[in-house]
Protein backbone atom coordinates (compact mmCIF):
# COMPACT_ATOMS: atom_id res chain seq x y z
CA UNK A 1 0.00 0.00 0.00
CA UNK A 2 1.37 3.40 -0.51
CA UNK A 3 0.32 7.16 0.20
CA UNK A 4 1.51 7.64 -3.21
CA UNK A 5 0.63 11.99 -4.31
CA UNK A 6 -1.84 12.34 -1.46
CA UNK A 7 -2.05 15.52 -0.03
CA UNK A 8 -1.94 15.59 3.56
CA UNK A 9 -2.41 18.50 6.23
CA UNK A 10 -0.76 17.29 9.47
CA UNK A 11 -1.51 19.42 12.65
CA UNK A 12 0.60 19.08 15.07
CA UNK A 13 -0.16 21.08 19.36
CA UNK A 14 1.64 21.67 22.35
CA UNK A 15 2.52 17.83 23.45
CA UNK A 16 5.54 16.56 24.27
CA UNK A 17 4.39 13.91 22.02
CA UNK A 18 5.23 16.72 19.35
CA UNK A 19 8.58 15.23 18.79
CA UNK A 20 6.98 11.85 17.72
CA UNK A 21 5.42 14.30 14.42
CA UNK A 22 8.87 14.66 13.00
CA UNK A 23 9.02 10.65 12.50
CA UNK A 24 5.25 10.87 11.31
CA UNK A 25 6.27 13.03 8.43
CA UNK A 26 9.34 11.39 7.63
CA UNK A 27 7.40 8.49 7.25
CA UNK A 28 4.22 9.89 5.27
CA UNK A 29 6.51 11.35 2.77
CA UNK A 30 8.44 8.16 2.61
CA UNK A 31 4.88 6.34 1.46
CA UNK A 32 4.21 9.36 -1.31
CA UNK A 33 2.51 11.78 -0.05
CA UNK A 34 2.58 15.52 0.18
CA UNK A 35 2.76 16.87 3.96
CA UNK A 36 1.50 20.54 4.43
CA UNK A 37 2.52 21.30 8.53
CA UNK A 38 0.03 23.20 10.49
CA UNK A 39 0.96 24.22 13.91
CA UNK A 40 -0.43 25.84 17.05
CA UNK A 41 1.12 28.49 18.85
CA UNK A 42 1.82 25.72 21.63
CA UNK A 43 3.30 23.35 19.48
CA UNK A 44 6.22 25.42 18.82
CA UNK A 45 7.12 25.03 22.18
CA UNK A 46 7.67 21.30 22.02
CA UNK A 47 9.43 21.24 18.22
CA UNK A 48 10.57 23.89 15.53
CA UNK A 49 8.85 24.76 12.45
CA UNK A 50 12.55 25.08 11.03
CA UNK A 51 12.68 20.99 12.04
CA UNK A 52 9.50 20.61 10.92
CA UNK A 53 9.96 22.94 7.26
CA UNK A 54 12.94 21.02 6.51
CA UNK A 55 11.44 17.62 6.78
CA UNK A 56 8.29 18.13 5.06
CA UNK A 57 9.48 20.28 2.38
CA UNK A 58 7.17 23.01 2.79
CA UNK A 59 7.06 26.18 4.59
CA UNK A 60 5.35 25.57 8.30
CA UNK A 61 1.75 27.46 8.76
CA UNK A 62 1.72 28.79 12.03
CA UNK A 63 -0.11 32.65 12.09
CA UNK A 64 -2.61 33.71 9.84
CA UNK A 65 -0.47 36.18 8.40
CA UNK A 66 3.17 35.87 7.63
CA UNK A 67 4.98 38.62 9.93
CA UNK A 68 7.06 40.44 7.74
CA UNK A 69 5.57 41.02 4.67
CA UNK A 70 1.90 40.24 5.97
CA UNK A 71 0.98 37.35 3.57
CA UNK A 72 -2.32 35.64 3.93
CA UNK A 73 -2.90 32.13 4.78
CA UNK A 74 -5.70 30.48 3.17
CA UNK A 75 -6.84 27.98 5.42
CA UNK A 76 -9.89 27.88 2.76
CA UNK A 77 -7.11 26.98 0.22
CA UNK A 78 -5.97 24.22 2.36
CA UNK A 79 -9.04 22.87 2.87
CA UNK A 80 -9.76 21.87 -0.93
CA UNK A 81 -6.30 21.21 -1.60
CA UNK A 82 -6.13 18.32 1.65
CA UNK A 83 -6.90 14.60 0.87
CA UNK A 84 -6.75 14.05 4.16
CA UNK A 85 -6.44 16.37 7.74
CA UNK A 86 -4.21 14.66 10.49
CA UNK A 87 -4.06 16.28 14.04
CA UNK A 88 -1.48 14.17 15.71
CA UNK A 89 -0.53 14.55 18.60
CA UNK A 90 -3.72 16.15 19.59
CA UNK A 91 -3.98 17.86 23.26
CA UNK A 92 -7.28 18.16 25.21
CA UNK A 93 -7.11 22.03 24.08
CA UNK A 94 -7.21 21.49 20.80
CA UNK A 95 -9.82 18.42 21.46
CA UNK A 96 -12.33 21.25 22.98
CA UNK A 97 -11.40 23.84 20.58
CA UNK A 98 -12.73 21.55 17.62
CA UNK A 99 -15.91 20.42 18.93
CA UNK A 100 -16.42 23.28 19.97
CA UNK A 101 -15.49 25.38 16.77
CA UNK A 102 -13.26 27.90 18.99
CA UNK A 103 -11.16 29.05 15.84
CA UNK A 104 -8.64 30.79 17.63
CA UNK A 105 -5.29 29.73 15.63
CA UNK A 106 -4.35 28.26 12.26
CA UNK A 107 -4.82 24.86 12.92
CA UNK A 108 -8.72 24.95 14.12
CA UNK A 109 -9.81 27.70 10.76
CA UNK A 110 -8.09 25.20 8.46
CA UNK A 111 -10.25 21.97 10.68
CA UNK A 112 -13.25 24.16 9.98
CA UNK A 113 -13.11 24.72 6.28
CA UNK A 114 -11.38 21.12 5.38
CA UNK A 115 -13.69 19.38 3.00
CA UNK A 116 -11.23 16.14 3.74
CA UNK A 117 -11.78 13.64 6.10
CA UNK A 118 -10.25 14.31 9.62
CA UNK A 119 -8.24 11.83 11.88
CA UNK A 120 -7.19 12.95 15.46
CA UNK A 121 -4.64 11.09 17.78
CA UNK A 122 -5.09 12.34 21.15
CA UNK A 123 -2.37 12.53 23.35
CA UNK A 124 -2.34 13.52 26.77
CA UNK A 125 -1.98 12.69 30.32
CA UNK A 126 -4.36 9.76 31.68
CA UNK A 127 -6.45 11.72 33.85
CA UNK A 128 -7.26 14.18 31.20
CA UNK A 129 -8.07 11.73 29.03
CA UNK A 130 -10.45 10.10 31.36
CA UNK A 131 -11.76 13.23 32.00
CA UNK A 132 -15.33 13.44 31.38
CA UNK A 133 -15.17 16.64 29.29
CA UNK A 134 -12.49 15.85 27.17
CA UNK A 135 -14.52 12.10 26.61
CA UNK A 136 -17.45 14.58 26.20
CA UNK A 137 -15.49 16.44 23.04
CA UNK A 138 -13.85 13.33 21.56
CA UNK A 139 -17.11 12.17 21.51
CA UNK A 140 -18.55 15.38 19.67
CA UNK A 141 -15.87 14.68 17.31
CA UNK A 142 -17.11 11.58 16.87
CA UNK A 143 -20.17 12.29 16.14
CA UNK A 144 -19.04 15.45 13.78
CA UNK A 145 -17.81 12.83 11.39
CA UNK A 146 -13.46 12.59 12.83
CA UNK A 147 -11.77 9.61 13.03
CA UNK A 148 -9.92 9.27 16.20
CA UNK A 149 -6.69 7.03 16.61
CA UNK A 150 -6.17 5.53 20.02
CA UNK A 151 -3.12 3.97 21.27
CA UNK A 152 -4.06 0.22 20.60
CA UNK A 153 -1.69 -1.00 22.98
CA UNK A 154 -3.04 -2.15 26.53
CA UNK A 155 -6.58 -2.60 24.89
CA UNK A 156 -6.38 -6.43 26.05
CA UNK A 157 -5.22 -5.99 29.89
CA UNK A 158 -7.79 -2.83 30.69
CA UNK A 159 -9.87 -0.25 28.77
CA UNK A 160 -8.14 2.32 29.30
CA UNK A 161 -4.21 1.70 30.06
CA UNK A 162 -2.51 3.09 27.04
CA UNK A 163 -5.02 5.50 26.31
CA UNK A 164 -3.77 9.38 25.83
CA UNK A 165 -0.52 8.10 24.57
CA UNK A 166 -0.29 8.85 21.48
CA UNK A 167 -0.14 6.30 18.58
CA UNK A 168 2.97 5.32 17.33
CA UNK A 169 3.40 6.66 13.36
CA UNK A 170 4.10 3.50 12.14
CA UNK A 171 0.38 2.43 13.16
CA UNK A 172 -1.18 5.94 12.67
CA UNK A 173 0.51 5.45 8.84
CA UNK A 174 -0.69 1.90 8.35
CA UNK A 175 -4.47 3.21 9.43
CA UNK A 176 -4.12 5.96 6.79
CA UNK A 177 -2.87 3.35 3.93
CA UNK A 178 -5.73 1.29 4.90
CA UNK A 179 -8.02 3.89 5.16
CA UNK A 180 -7.30 4.98 1.40
CA UNK A 181 -7.03 1.71 -0.01
CA UNK A 182 -10.74 0.89 1.28
CA UNK A 183 -12.14 4.41 0.47
CA UNK A 184 -13.55 3.89 -2.90
CA UNK A 185 -13.96 0.07 -2.92
CA UNK A 186 -17.42 0.59 -2.75
CA UNK A 187 -18.13 3.45 -5.54
CA UNK A 188 -20.97 2.82 -7.83
CA UNK A 189 -22.45 0.53 -5.62
CA UNK A 190 -26.01 0.54 -4.16
CA UNK A 191 -27.06 -0.42 -0.71
CA UNK A 192 -30.01 -1.01 1.60
CA UNK A 193 -29.85 -1.27 4.82
CA UNK A 194 -32.55 -1.64 7.54
CA UNK A 195 -32.24 -0.51 11.13
CA UNK A 196 -33.68 0.40 14.12
CA UNK A 197 -36.91 -0.90 15.71
CA UNK A 198 -40.14 -0.87 14.47
CA UNK A 199 -43.47 0.42 16.15
CA UNK A 200 -46.69 -1.32 16.03
CA UNK A 201 -49.85 0.87 16.88
CA UNK A 202 -52.13 -0.35 19.48
CA UNK A 203 -53.95 3.19 19.64
CA UNK A 204 -53.15 6.57 18.59
CA UNK A 205 -50.79 6.76 22.26
CA UNK A 206 -49.47 3.07 22.55
CA UNK A 207 -47.42 0.94 20.82
CA UNK A 208 -45.40 -2.75 21.05
CA UNK A 209 -41.91 -1.97 20.07
CA UNK A 210 -38.38 -2.56 21.15
CA UNK A 211 -35.11 -1.58 22.66
CA UNK A 212 -33.24 -1.11 19.49
CA UNK A 213 -31.51 1.41 19.24
CA UNK A 214 -30.27 2.01 15.86
CA UNK A 215 -26.60 1.84 16.31
CA UNK A 216 -25.26 -0.51 14.58
CA UNK A 217 -27.68 0.42 11.05
CA UNK A 218 -26.20 3.63 11.39
CA UNK A 219 -22.70 2.85 11.82
CA UNK A 220 -23.03 0.48 8.60
CA UNK A 221 -24.88 3.16 6.55
CA UNK A 222 -21.74 5.38 7.36
CA UNK A 223 -19.02 2.89 6.69
CA UNK A 224 -20.52 1.96 3.16
CA UNK A 225 -21.07 5.44 2.02
CA UNK A 226 -17.47 6.79 3.03
CA UNK A 227 -16.46 4.05 1.14
CA UNK A 228 -18.22 5.30 -1.80
CA UNK A 229 -21.52 3.44 -1.61
CA UNK A 230 -24.81 5.17 -2.70
CA UNK A 231 -27.26 3.98 0.73
CA UNK A 232 -30.73 3.90 1.22
CA UNK A 233 -31.00 3.38 4.99
CA UNK A 234 -34.63 2.41 5.87
CA UNK A 235 -35.13 3.06 9.66
CA UNK A 236 -37.67 2.72 12.54
CA UNK A 237 -38.21 5.73 15.10
CA UNK A 238 -34.89 6.50 16.46
CA UNK A 239 -33.23 9.42 17.59
CA UNK A 240 -29.58 9.27 15.88
CA UNK A 241 -29.00 11.40 12.79
CA UNK A 242 -26.64 10.45 9.76
CA UNK A 243 -23.98 12.67 8.73
CA UNK A 244 -22.49 11.48 4.48
CA UNK A 245 -24.43 13.01 1.94
CA UNK A 246 -25.06 9.79 0.15
CA UNK A 247 -27.17 8.21 2.33
CA UNK A 248 -30.58 8.43 1.71
CA UNK A 249 -32.94 7.93 4.68
CA UNK A 250 -36.05 6.87 4.40
CA UNK A 251 -37.83 6.82 7.83
CA UNK A 252 -40.90 4.63 8.44
CA UNK A 253 -42.30 3.46 11.91
CA UNK A 254 -44.16 0.03 11.64
CA UNK A 255 -42.82 -3.48 10.25
CA UNK A 256 -45.18 -3.10 7.10
CA UNK A 257 -43.81 0.39 6.38
CA UNK A 258 -40.31 -0.91 6.11
CA UNK A 259 -41.77 -3.90 4.16
CA UNK A 260 -43.00 -1.45 1.59
CA UNK A 261 -40.09 1.21 2.00
CA UNK A 262 -37.83 -2.08 1.38
CA UNK A 263 -39.90 -4.04 -1.53
CA UNK A 264 -39.52 -0.56 -3.32
CA UNK A 265 -35.89 -0.09 -2.95
CA UNK A 266 -34.44 -3.63 -3.66
CA UNK A 267 -35.03 -4.48 -7.09
CA UNK A 268 -32.28 -1.21 -8.19
CA UNK A 269 -29.49 -2.31 -4.89
CA UNK A 270 -26.42 -4.27 -4.83
CA UNK A 271 -26.98 -5.78 -1.36
CA UNK A 272 -29.21 -5.28 1.63
CA UNK A 273 -28.33 -5.29 4.48
CA UNK A 274 -31.03 -5.80 7.02
CA UNK A 275 -30.12 -4.84 11.01
CA UNK A 276 -33.42 -3.55 11.96
CA UNK A 277 -35.46 -5.39 15.08
CA UNK A 278 -38.76 -6.11 13.56
CA UNK A 279 -41.34 -7.10 14.87
CA UNK A 280 -42.72 -10.29 14.56
CA UNK A 281 -46.50 -9.17 15.91
CA UNK A 282 -48.57 -6.30 15.32
CA UNK A 283 -51.73 -5.77 16.85
CA UNK A 284 -54.67 -7.03 14.78
CA UNK A 285 -56.67 -3.71 14.88
CA UNK A 286 -55.31 -0.49 15.65
CA UNK A 287 -57.89 1.35 18.47
CA UNK A 288 -58.95 4.59 16.81
CA UNK A 289 -59.57 5.76 20.07
CA UNK A 290 -57.41 5.85 23.27
CA UNK A 291 -58.10 2.33 24.60
CA UNK A 292 -59.71 3.19 28.47
CA UNK A 293 -58.62 1.32 31.56
CA UNK A 294 -61.57 -0.89 32.83
CA UNK A 295 -62.46 -2.80 35.66
CA UNK A 296 -61.31 -5.67 34.29
CA UNK A 297 -58.53 -8.12 36.07
CA UNK A 298 -57.16 -8.81 32.61
CA UNK A 299 -56.65 -7.43 29.31
CA UNK A 300 -55.89 -9.04 25.59
CA UNK A 301 -54.90 -7.72 22.32
CA UNK A 302 -55.02 -10.21 18.80
CA UNK A 303 -51.77 -9.83 17.20
CA UNK A 304 -51.01 -10.78 14.06
CA UNK A 305 -48.06 -11.79 12.18
CA UNK A 306 -45.84 -9.13 10.22
CA UNK A 307 -44.57 -9.72 6.98
CA UNK A 308 -41.05 -10.68 7.15
CA UNK A 309 -38.79 -8.36 5.08
CA UNK A 310 -35.55 -10.30 4.93
CA UNK A 311 -37.01 -13.60 3.77
CA UNK A 312 -39.14 -12.37 1.41
CA UNK A 313 -36.87 -10.28 -0.41
CA UNK A 314 -34.62 -13.88 0.22
CA UNK A 315 -37.29 -15.19 -2.42
CA UNK A 316 -37.21 -12.36 -5.11
CA UNK A 317 -33.40 -11.72 -5.05
CA UNK A 318 -30.76 -11.90 -8.03
CA UNK A 319 -27.65 -13.34 -8.30
CA UNK A 320 -26.23 -10.89 -8.25
CA UNK A 321 -27.36 -9.16 -5.15
CA UNK A 322 -25.90 -9.99 -1.99
CA UNK A 323 -27.93 -10.27 1.34
CA UNK A 324 -26.66 -9.88 4.78
CA UNK A 325 -28.87 -10.52 7.76
CA UNK A 326 -28.44 -10.45 12.05
CA UNK A 327 -29.24 -13.05 14.61
CA UNK A 328 -29.34 -11.72 17.95
CA UNK A 329 -29.76 -15.60 19.64
CA UNK A 330 -29.53 -16.54 22.81
CA UNK A 331 -29.27 -20.40 22.77
CA UNK A 332 -27.69 -22.91 20.15
CA UNK A 333 -26.53 -19.69 18.64
CA UNK A 334 -24.29 -20.57 15.44
CA UNK A 335 -26.64 -23.30 14.66
CA UNK A 336 -30.12 -21.33 15.12
CA UNK A 337 -28.04 -18.48 13.21
CA UNK A 338 -27.16 -20.88 9.89
CA UNK A 339 -30.35 -22.08 10.05
CA UNK A 340 -31.54 -19.01 9.96
CA UNK A 341 -29.36 -17.94 6.76
CA UNK A 342 -30.57 -20.43 4.83
CA UNK A 343 -34.52 -20.07 5.35
CA UNK A 344 -33.88 -16.08 4.66
CA UNK A 345 -31.50 -16.92 1.60
CA UNK A 346 -28.49 -14.46 3.16
CA UNK A 347 -25.48 -14.38 1.68
CA UNK A 348 -23.84 -13.51 5.32
CA UNK A 349 -25.30 -13.53 8.83
CA UNK A 350 -23.68 -11.59 11.97
CA UNK A 351 -24.49 -13.06 14.86
CA UNK A 352 -24.73 -11.31 17.93
CA UNK A 353 -25.32 -13.06 21.35
CA UNK A 354 -26.76 -11.66 24.09
CA UNK A 355 -24.86 -13.49 26.05
CA UNK A 356 -21.72 -11.35 25.51
CA UNK A 357 -21.71 -7.82 27.50
CA UNK A 358 -21.76 -5.04 26.14
CA UNK A 359 -23.31 -6.62 22.76
CA UNK A 360 -25.90 -6.53 21.23
CA UNK A 361 -29.56 -4.04 21.59
CA UNK A 362 -28.61 -0.30 22.97
CA UNK A 363 -24.80 -0.85 23.69
CA UNK A 364 -22.57 1.12 21.99
CA UNK A 365 -20.35 -1.91 21.34
CA UNK A 366 -20.58 -4.89 19.55
CA UNK A 367 -19.20 -8.45 19.74
CA UNK A 368 -20.00 -10.34 16.65
CA UNK A 369 -19.22 -13.90 14.52
CA UNK A 370 -19.43 -13.21 10.95
CA UNK A 371 -20.88 -16.78 8.94
CA UNK A 372 -20.86 -17.27 5.64
CA UNK A 373 -22.93 -19.00 3.17
CA UNK A 374 -19.64 -21.20 2.17
CA UNK A 375 -19.26 -22.51 5.57
CA UNK A 376 -17.08 -19.39 6.53
CA UNK A 377 -16.51 -18.00 10.16
CA UNK A 378 -14.85 -15.17 11.57
CA UNK A 379 -15.45 -14.12 15.15
CA UNK A 380 -14.32 -10.53 16.13
CA UNK A 381 -13.54 -9.04 19.90
CA UNK A 382 -16.11 -6.40 21.68
CA UNK A 383 -15.43 -3.34 19.78
CA UNK A 384 -17.69 -0.48 18.85
CA UNK A 385 -20.37 -0.56 16.60
CA UNK A 386 -18.67 1.87 14.00
CA UNK A 387 -15.50 -0.40 14.27
CA UNK A 388 -17.91 -3.29 13.52
CA UNK A 389 -19.51 -1.81 10.62
CA UNK A 390 -15.70 -2.06 9.18
CA UNK A 391 -15.31 -5.65 9.67
CA UNK A 392 -18.41 -6.38 8.89
CA UNK A 393 -17.92 -4.74 5.09
CA UNK A 394 -14.50 -5.52 5.07
CA UNK A 395 -15.20 -9.69 5.67
CA UNK A 396 -17.85 -9.63 2.94
CA UNK A 397 -16.01 -7.52 0.68
CA UNK A 398 -12.83 -10.06 0.82
CA UNK A 399 -15.48 -12.74 0.70
CA UNK A 400 -17.30 -12.24 -2.52
CA UNK A 401 -13.97 -10.16 -4.09
CA UNK A 402 -12.28 -14.01 -3.28
CA UNK A 403 -15.58 -15.79 -5.17
CA UNK A 404 -15.67 -13.61 -8.46
CA UNK A 405 -11.81 -14.35 -8.41
CA UNK A 406 -12.34 -17.89 -8.35
CA UNK A 407 -15.57 -17.53 -10.79
CA UNK A 408 -13.36 -15.66 -13.49
CA UNK A 409 -10.58 -18.62 -13.37
O1 LIG B 1 -36.09 -14.22 12.51
P1 LIG B 1 -35.27 -13.15 13.14
O2 LIG B 1 -36.07 -11.94 13.51
O3 LIG B 1 -34.38 -13.60 14.24
O4 LIG B 1 -34.28 -12.74 11.93
C1 LIG B 1 -33.42 -11.72 12.04
C2 LIG B 1 -33.07 -11.17 10.69
O5 LIG B 1 -34.20 -11.05 9.84
C3 LIG B 1 -32.54 -9.77 10.82
O6 LIG B 1 -31.61 -9.56 9.79
C4 LIG B 1 -33.79 -8.92 10.67
O7 LIG B 1 -33.51 -7.60 10.26
C5 LIG B 1 -34.56 -9.69 9.62
N1 LIG B 1 -36.03 -9.58 9.76
C6 LIG B 1 -36.78 -8.90 8.81
N2 LIG B 1 -38.14 -8.84 8.92
C7 LIG B 1 -38.77 -9.42 9.95
C8 LIG B 1 -38.02 -10.11 10.93
C9 LIG B 1 -36.66 -10.17 10.81
O8 LIG B 1 -36.21 -8.34 7.86
N3 LIG B 1 -40.09 -9.37 10.04
Not at 20 to 25: C, D, E, G, Y
Not at 251 to 261: F, I, R, T, Y
Not at 296 to 323: H, M, R, V
Not at 335 to 363: C, P, R, T, Y
Amino acid sequence: MSLQGKHIVLGITGSIAAYKSAHLIRLLIKKGAEVQIVITPAGKEFITPVTLSALSDRPVISEFFTSGDGTWHSHVDLGLWADLMIIAPATAATIGKMANGIADNMLITSYLSMKAPVFVAPAMDLDMYRHISTQRNIEKLKNDGAWIIDATEGELASHLEGKGRMEEPENIVAILEQFFSTRNNLLNKKIMITAGPTYERIDPVRFIGNFSSGKMGFALAEECSSRGAEVFLITGPTVLSVSHPNITRVNVESAVEMHDAAFNIFPQVDAAIFSAAVADYRPEKMSEEKIKRSEKEKFSLTLTSNPDIAASLGKIKEPYQLTIGFALETNNEEFNAIKKMEEKNFDFIVLNSLNDQGAGFGHDTNKVTILSRDGKKQSFSLKSKSEVAKDIIDTIFETTEARNKKLEV
